[in-house]
Nanobody, 123 residues
Framework: VQLQASGGGSVQAGDSLRLSCVGI????????KAWFRQFPGKEREFVAA????????HYADSVEGRFTISRDNAENTVWLQMNSLEPEDTAVYYC?????????????????WGQGTLVTVSS
């Protein structure tokens, strides 16, 4: 099982980016999916999560109202639409999958991880 994240890049403050995460191999269709990010020298922090059915989501306070997580189980893909980006959003972003139903904010609850994609926001 492999998760492949893409879509990172360098943008200006106020711009938008859309990250994608595709599942390769055994399907993780109904797994809870999430995005985390990691700042240099820090632990990974929770960004957003979405239930397997796609109807329930949860966001970190720092991105609420600016980021949107969505998924298409038929395509085994989850996205993170990031709007109104700020320099403080600069980080490596990781997608993750968990068989647990709860929308956990703890990285320890997620069994599968993508390779990370770098987002750089300049002022």
């Amino acid at each position: 099982v492999q998760l492949q994240a893409s879509g990172g890049g360098s943008v200006q403050a106020g711009d938008s980016l859309r990250l994608s995460c595709v599942g390769i191999g055994r399907t993780l269709t109904m797994y809870t999916k999430a995005w985390f990010r990691q700042f240099p020298g820090k632990e990974r922090e929770f960004v957003a999560a979405i239930h397997g059915h796609g109807r329930t989501t949860h966001y970190a306070d720092s991105v609420e109202g600016r980021f949107t997580i969505s998924r298409d189980n038929a395509e085994n893909t989850v996205w993170l639409q990031m709007n109104s980006l700020e320099p403080e959003d600069t980080a490596v972003y990781y997608c993750a999958a968990s068989r647990e139903f709860a929308l956990s904010v703890s990285s320890h609850e997620y069994e599968y991880w993508g390779q990370g994609t770098l987002v750089t926001v300049s002022s």
